[in-house]
């Protein structure tokens, strides 16, 4: 089984800016708020409000606050189903008890039914490499453009890194970016993204199995990973969604 951190659940009146901490501490991409009716925000969802911003002083307002503006509501359900709640919702849902299920989780407990077939038929072709020079916040809106996440993947032809939402936020909500925000500096803003990448630990091609692709994303927990052709060439992204569907086939 796949453990993914789940935060929470946060009292309401939380800022943004502390719950986008409490992930990066806790390297967990969700959170769940205290209350009825149960709402829950994600990473994903902090970056989306924080790229719709148009100044340091907007970004440094919306970290200021309440988290609950930009969370949501999520379904309770039970394991059995899970899967059918996450084609439908996106993002998370909670189980009954209390834990949550992304789709790294219920791919995880249901990879045996998983069919054993290239990835290819599953691949996004639509996604786009990001030039490492690229300052942040203009890759975190072209991920969230080519619905990534706020997974980027940087590279020119071939790929070579990628920062997840995770460390995205790490960065923007340290010290030295919010008291540059707090001034109305932009300066901390333009660090290029290939500044936060890592380097992509394993790759996957067209005609990997679902199955070997899928022990990948588990193995490293990316619901998004870069797919390459045979010179190591970008040809877009396997996300964990879309071996959702698959489950379903």
Known sequence: MIVRNTIGPLARGT???DAAKSMVINESYYALLEGAPLKMVDATQ???ALATT????EMAEVLTSDVEEIAYEVPTVGEEDALKALLIKGG???LK???V???LY????NKSKLKDEPVKKYVDDRAQLVDPLLDIMSAVKKSLIYELEGYVIVGQKRPFGMATPISILKYLTSEQVISSLDTGDSSALDRAIG???SPIPSYVNPSTSTRDALAAMIEHRYEVFPVVGSNKNFVGVLKARSLLVALLG
């Not at 219920?106 to 407990?109: D, G, K």
Request: glycine share 8%; hydrophobic share 55%; no cysteine.
């Open 15 to 17: 800022s943004v800016l």
């Open 97 to 99: 008890g209390g834990s």
């Open 195 to 197: 500044d936060l990448a």
């Open 92 to 94: 998370a849902v909670a």
């Open 54 to 57: 148009n100044s340091p002083i």
């Open 106 to 109: 219920v791919l995880a407990e």
């Open 46 to 48: 902090i970056l989306r």
């Open 101 to 103: 299920a992304d789709p």
